[in-house]
């Protein structure tokens, strides 16, 4: 188990650049989320893959944003035209279909700043 | 739509002393109810998790919550803490039915630990 990893775990850019974020879950786990948080406040949900199926999506996903799961394994999620209240760290989380599928395992972040 | 109320945005305690973290939840039914903590730098780490059973529920790192439906609360509860408990920490709920097979969590806004030495 070498946990979730997330690239970049920072990312600057400005206004109006796409940016384009990875997540590696857990090797087993077929369940993979996005979340998003803001400073002073806890995760919010964005998004949710089962295998390589977007099966969910928060209305806070406006249509600058886009995940995919190409075969079930890695995920990206891409920004386009960035806004400052795109600030914020992205957090991906997965858990698997052993254990209990509440259990999310959360990997460090990508940190955006959006200047 | 479910919700999770930590009514408390930061708290200091001395290195040694007991520690409380108040976690008030809103839902219909009981909730999958858990607590999570994020060290500066640091991924959202699980202490526990409460499903159902026995009201009182052990956790890693000394940490223990005691659900109470009466009162919707679900508080984190440490006897002595250390200076490395220091950290935000977060309630969280899900709900038990999920018609997408998703378990996404709400989490509320955190509780910031500081510990004095």
């Known amino acids: 188990d070498t946990g979730v990893s997330q690239d970049p775990r920072h990312k600057i850019t400005k206004r109006g650049q796409n940016v384009t974020f990875r997540c590696d879950p857990i090797?087993?786990?077929?369940?993979l989320y996005w979340y998003r948080q803001t400073l002073g406040q806890g995760p919010e949900f964005l998004t949710y893959f089962q295998n390589e199926a977007q099966l969910e999506k928060s209305r806070l996903l406006s249509d600058r944003f886009s995940a995919e799961r190409p075969k079930g394994s890695f995920s990206t999620l891409e920004i386009q035209r960035t806004e400052q209240g795109d600030s914020a760290m992205y957090l991906c989380a997965s858990s698997g279909v052993r254990g209990n599928p509440f259990t999310l395992h959360f990997g460090n972040g990508t940190r955006l700043t959006v200047t | 739509a479910q919700s999770v109320t930590q009514p408390d945005i930061h708290i200091t305690v001395s290195e040694g002393a007991s520690l409380e973290l108040r976690c008030n939840y809103s839902y219909g039914a009981t909730p999958y109810l858990f607590w999570y903590v994020q060290s500066p730098g640091q991924g959202l780490q699980l202490l526990l998790k409460?499903?159902?059973?026995?009201?009182l529920v052990q956790g890693i790192k000394g940490f223990e919550a005691e659900f109470k439906r009466s009162q919707s609360s679900f508080n984190l509860r440490k006897p002595s803490v250390h200076w490395s408990d220091a950290a935000e920490y977060f309630c969280?709920?899900?709900?038990?039915?999920?018609?997408?097979?998703?378990?996404?969590?709400?989490f509320g806004k955190g509780t910031k630990l500081s510990v004095i030495p």
């Open positions: 090797s087993e786990h077929n369940r």
């Open positions: 969280v709920s899900s709900m038990r039915d999920s018609g997408a097979g998703s378990y996404q969590l709400t």
């Open positions: 409460y499903f159902s059973g026995d009201t």
